[in-house]
């Protein structure tokens, strides 16, 4: 071999090596860009939270809810009974019907025990009862004891339910291609 042949070759190779450089920083450099339109595509289109919710509106507590348990805590017979049916008329569920296992008097006209669990309960029956005294104590769960007392005469007018805010649109469903 001669030596133009080798300085021949050995510009070739380099010329090759430089072809693959600027060939791997020109594909680099667009696979960079593919990449930075592709982000910028998918932060433009997501959606914009708009004049609607996707939270769900809590529903408010009825008394088809709320499990009472009612005791007489007076001399009047049957008072108990009575009163757990003028309940079941107003929508209330019935546990239990008894005499006041606390054996407690009571002046006011209804005592309605609670834990903390049953707070929202409490409230909703006391919007029934006119004078009810509400009694928090430590139980489990939600049940309430409506406990009916010396100036008992009966439930009081029904409430009215509450109006509801401005009702807002519904969102609309986006679909992801994937």
């Known amino acids: 071999m001669s030596l133009v042949e080798d300085a021949e070759a050995l510009e070739f190779r380099a010329r090759r090596r430089r072809r693959a450089t600027v060939t791997l920083a020109v594909l680099l450099l667009g696979l960079a860009g593919a990449f930075y339109y592709a982000s910028t595509y998918f932060r433009d289109t997501a959606p914009k ?49 008894a005499n006041d296992p606390l054996k407690k008097t009571i002046k006011e006209s209804a005592n309605i025990r609670y834990g903390a669990d049953g707070e929202e309960s409490a409230r909703l029956l006391a919007q029934h009862i006119k004078g009810a005294k509400l009694v ?28 509801t805010g401005p009702t807002l649109p519904p969102c609309p469903t986006v679909t992801v291609a994937g």
């Open 49 to 97: 939270p708009g004049p609607c919710t996707t939270e769900v509106a809590e529903v408010p507590l009825t008394p088809a809810d709320v499990t009472i348990n009612v005791y007489n805590a007076t001399s009047r017979s049957g008072l108990a009974l009575t009163t757990s049916r003028r309940a079941v008329d107003r929508g209330f569920r019935i546990a239990k019907v």
């Open 136 to 163: 928090k104590d430590k139980r489990k769960g939600d049940t309430v004891d409506l406990v009916l007392g010396n100036a008992w005469k009966g439930f009081g007018p029904a409430p009215t339910p509450t109006a």
